[in-house]
């Protein structure tokens, strides 16, 4: 392996670099979005809702579980700004070293951990899939066993992935991380199609495709990382001192992260205990809340945060309360309408995308109902993305933690009054209404610290907003009610239907916040 000066040049910090650069990640992320839409569709078409689909979403969500613990979330937070400082201090040998005894450290975790969950795959699927011991289904025991030693793996695979991605990200290369998830739908995909057929049991061909999409992922990494004179032989050690600090730093990040993913697996091992289907049911419908909430939470708490630590450190509390308040307002404003879009058109959304080959009609209409009750819950989502930046600005980590865990304590109490009576829409709709437990705690933490104040116009604010989605949601049922029953046509006629309401109904709604004289131009500045 190279031991040669890492030549990359530092990232370009003027604005026309950043603007560069998040630009090129943009557009690779929504390339994402639309291929993960893809495999979904394909995903669908192929094994609907059925057993086989309900054990892949069960076995490839356990080690995505651990895959956000050790990779994506915790890690990058804590390696990347140590790194950063080794590399500020111009020696490269120094960067060299760190970098193998990380990596050596990260990957000996990581290969440990994987050898468990492989070796024991069978109790990992019976606490994670208490309900199939539950009700006898051995069928589904078994083959949850078989996808998980196929699945495992990909834990150490997209983990080493991630620790690349970071490296290069340092050094400004971020076009080849961004495009790394692409290749796992590329895979999915592919697979479905292709290697399906060859398989006693096709659904196998999925788990396959996350081995193999793994593999492709990290591979994809080592030319750039060589370029860079850092694809260097890993050295295990948890002595040295950059190490320990990345430990140190990424020990309370876990903690944090591992909340909203506690969420995620006590939902999954509460909806193997429901029919078959259900957790097929509540995959499909949460895709499409993910789709407004990476477009419009996520983009405008990326946007705000730079801008709030920058006030915090300057000691400008007024225009970081400005700032916050146009936070809310623009989560508000883009957020409402896409919420009446989830709930008013959820049948039609999932049957125009979804409802064909092996999706049923009665699939389509039971994950149409799970997706109303996310929808609901989308501006409480949308709310926890922007509030919590408050937080981090003035580098308090804690609160948002604490507050995470009375909203996970909330969605477990929630979880269990509701299934009985809604099944797996109960689950869905307790992760809504904890969110908004988990965006009304935050919100009076900053008000009660004086971080958060209201700003002048809210009166006429509301009034717009109020107004414009009536006509919105008068619309949108007037059009789903026009559509007669649009659930017996054609796959691409029902698909360009929907997308011409939901584009009309988009146009609509910036048509009548014009007429109500709101001012996007000073919301935009």
């Given at each position: 392996?190279?031991?040669?000066?890492?030549?990359?040049?530092?990232?370009?910090?003027?604005?026309?670099?950043?603007?560069?650069?998040?630009?090129?990640?943009?557009?690779?992320?929504?390339?994402?979005?639309?291929?993960?839409?893809?495999?979904?569709?394909?995903?669908?078409?192929?094994?609907?809702?059925?057993?086989?689909?309900?054990?892949?979403?069960?076995?490839?969500?356990?080690?995505?579980?651990?895959?956000?613990?050790?990779?994506?979330?915790?890690?990058?937070?804590?390696?990347?700004?140590?790194?950063?400082?080794?590399?500020?201090?111009?020696?490269?040998?120094?960067?060299?070293?760190?970098?193998?005894?990380?990596?050596?450290?990260?990957?000996?975790?990581?290969?440990?951990?994987?050898?468990?969950?492989?070796?024991?795959?069978?109790?990992?699927?019976?606490?994670?899939?208490?309900?199939?011991?539950?009700?006898?289904?051995?069928?589904?025991?078994?083959?949850?066993?078989?996808?998980?030693?196929?699945?495992?793996?990909?834990?150490?695979?997209?983990?080493?992935?991630?620790?690349?991605?970071?490296?290069?990200?340092?050094?400004?290369?971020?076009?080849?991380?961004?495009?790394?998830?692409?290749?796992?739908?590329?895979?999915?995909?592919?697979?479905?199609?292709?290697?399906?057929?060859?398989?006693?049991?096709?659904?196998?061909?999925?788990?396959?495709?996350?081995?193999?999409?793994?593999v492709v992922q990290l591979t994809?990494?080592?030319?750039?990382?060589?370029?860079?004179?850092?694809?260097?032989?890993?050295?295990?050690?948890?002595?040295?001192?950059?190490?320990?600090?990345?430990?140190?730093?990424?020990?309370?990040?876990?903690?944090?992260?591992?909340?909203?993913?506690?969420?995620?697996?006590?939902?999954?091992?509460?909806?193997?205990?429901?029919?078959?289907?259900?957790?097929?049911?509540?995959?499909?419908?949460?895709?499409?809340?993910?789709?407004?909430?990476?477009?419009?939470?996520?983009a405008i708490a990326t946007v705000?945060?730079?801008?709030?630590?920058?006030?915090?450190?300057?000691?400008?509390?007024?225009?970081?309360?400005?700032?916050?308040?146009?936070?809310?307002?623009?989560?508000?404003?883009?957020?409402?309408?896409?919420?009446?879009?989830?709930?008013?058109?959820?049948?039609?959304?999932?049957?125009?995308?979804?409802?064909?080959?092996?999706?049923?009609?009665?699939?389509?209409?039971?994950?149409?109902?799970?997706?109303?009750?996310?929808?609901?819950?989308?501006?409480?989502?949308?709310?926890?993305?922007?509030?919590?930046?408050?937080?981090?600005?003035?580098?308090?980590?804690?609160?948002?933690?604490?507050?995470?865990?009375?909203?996970?304590?909330?969605?477990?109490?929630?979880?269990?009054?509701?299934?009985?009576?809604?099944?797996?829409?109960?689950?869905?709709?307790?992760?809504?209404?904890?969110a908004f437990v988990n965006a009304?705690?935050?919100?009076?933490?900053?008000?009660?610290?004086?971080?958060?104040?209201?700003?002048?116009?809210?009166?006429?604010?509301?009034?717009?907003?109020?107004?414009?989605?009536?006509?919105?949601?008068?619309?949108?049922?007037?059009?789903?009610?026009?559509?007669?029953?649009?659930?017996?046509?054609?796959?691409?006629?029902?698909?360009?239907?929907?997308?011409?309401?939901?584009?009309?109904?988009?146009?609509?709604?910036?048509?009548?916040?014009?007429?109500?004289?709101?001012?996007?131009?000073?919301?935009?500045?």
């Amino acid at each position: 392996m190279p031991e040669t000066e890492p030549t990359g040049r530092p990232p370009d910090q003027s604005g026309s670099g950043l603007l560069r650069s998040s630009l090129v990640v943009s557009s690779l992320t929504f390339l994402s979005r639309i291929m993960g839409l893809a495999r979904d569709v394909v995903i669908a078409h192929f094994f609907g809702a059925g057993a086989g689909a309900d054990v892949f979403f069960l076995a490839n969500r356990i080690p995505n579980f651990f895959r956000r613990l050790f990779a994506e979330g915790a890690f990058s937070q804590a390696f990347v700004p140590v790194l950063t400082e080794y590399r500020e201090r111009g020696n490269c040998d120094d960067v060299r070293d760190l970098v193998s005894k990380t990596e050596g450290a990260l990957g000996s975790t990581l290969v440990v951990v994987t050898l468990v969950g492989v070796i024991g795959a069978e109790i990992v699927i019976s606490i994670f899939a208490a309900g199939y011991l539950y009700h006898g289904e051995t069928g589904k025991f078994d083959l949850a066993v078989d996808m998980l030693r196929l699945t495992f793996p990909y834990l150490l695979l997209i983990s080493m992935t991630a620790f690349a991605g970071s490296v290069l990200n340092t050094y400004g290369r971020f076009a080849i991380p961004a495009v790394t998830p692409v290749l796992l739908n590329l895979s999915l995909i592919l697979c479905a199609i292709y290697l399906r057929p060859f398989l006693a049991e096709p659904v196998m061909a999925l788990a396959w495709a996350v081995l193999i999409g793994g593999v492709v992922q990290l591979t994809l990494q080592l030319p750039a990382l060589s370029n860079l004179g850092l694809l260097v032989r890993p050295r295990p050690t948890f002595r040295d001192p950059g190490v320990r600090k990345v430990m140190a730093l990424m020990l309370p990040a876990m903690f944090g992260v591992s909340v909203g993913q506690i969420n995620l697996l006590v939902d999954t091992v509460l909806a193997t205990f429901l029919p078959t289907g259900s957790l097929s049911w509540l995959y499909y419908s949460d895709r499409l809340l993910e789709l407004p909430l990476a477009l419009f939470g996520i983009a405008i708490a990326t946007v705000i945060l730079p801008s709030l630590s920058r006030q915090h450190a300057s000691d400008d509390p007024d225009q970081f309360a400005s700032t916050l308040d146009w936070g809310v307002r623009m989560v508000l404003l883009l957020g409402v309408p896409a919420t009446l879009a989830l709930i008013i058109m959820s049948d039609m959304l999932i049957f125009a995308l979804f409802h064909q080959g092996e999706m049923t009609a009665m699939d389509a209409g039971m994950s149409g109902m799970s997706l109303a009750a996310y929808g609901l819950g989308l501006v409480g989502h949308m709310l926890v993305k922007v509030l919590a930046p408050g937080y981090f600005a003035r580098q308090d980590t804690r609160t948002p933690v604490r507050i995470g865990i009375v909203a996970l304590v909330t969605n477990m109490v929630l979880n269990l009054v509701l299934i009985w009576h809604l099944q797996h829409v109960g689950l869905a709709l307790a992760t809504s209404l904890s969110a908004f437990v988990n965006a009304g705690l935050l919100w009076q933490g900053l008000r009660r610290s004086g971080v958060m104040r209201l700003q002048a116009g809210w009166r006429r604010f509301l009034f717009q907003l109020v107004s414009a989605n009536v006509v919105l949601m008068i619309s949108l049922l007037v059009a789903v009610e026009a559509a007669g029953d649009w659930s017996e046509m054609l796959y691409w006629p029902r698909l360009l239907l929907t997308l011409a309401i939901c584009v009309g109904g988009a146009g609509l709604y910036a048509a009548s916040l014009w007429i109500f004289r709101f001012n996007v131009r000073q919301v935009l500045k």
